[in-house]
């Protein structure tokens, strides 16, 4: 291997190695961007099914469609993705998964203010499914 053939190649491992950290960095910002308007949508979950009279036996659809209806741009984050509610009592939670191979990236529990599970940050994919013990997590 001549000077000019090694410099090359090291040269290339290092813009790899730099490339692949900022498309790691970035992932990051998107998913906690993603984070921060999720937690306003299972805030509003929460709100919804422990503070106003809406029915028990509505679906995870009708939950989502009325706490959501009144704030499109909000949606536009989840543009692309897969947003699903779960309902426990007085309890709730909402996850955002990938589209296609349903790989879960964020799961909140609406009782609580900061995001509870980064999901896509986990070493193995994670399936979109629902995790978190609601009466663990919000005391009940």
């Known amino acids: 291997m001549t000077y000019r053939t090694a410099l090359f190649a090291c040269s290339f491992a290092t813009v790899a190695l730099i490339g692949s950290g900022c498309a790691s960095r970035v992932q990051e910002r998107d998913m906690n961007h993603l984070a921060s308007a999720l937690t306003k949508v299972s ?6 099914v422990r503070y106003e009279d809406f029915p028990a036996n509505a679906s995870p659809e009708e939950l989502l469609k009325a706490v959501t209806q009144g704030d499109p741009p909000l949606m536009r984050n989840f543009d692309g993705r ?59």
Not at 43 to 48: E, F
Not at 94 to 109: I, S
């Open 43 to 48: 805030a509003a979950v929460d709100a919804k």
């Open 82 to 140: 897969v947003l699903l509610v779960r309902r426990e009592g007085e309890d709730s939670a909402v996850l955002l998964c990938e589209a296609g191979p349903g790989r879960a990236l964020l799961e909140d529990a609406g009782c609580t203010a900061a995001m509870d599970v980064h999901r896509w940050s986990l070493p193995a994919p994670q399936r979109c499914e629902f995790t978190l013990n609601l009466k663990a997590v919000c005391g009940n």
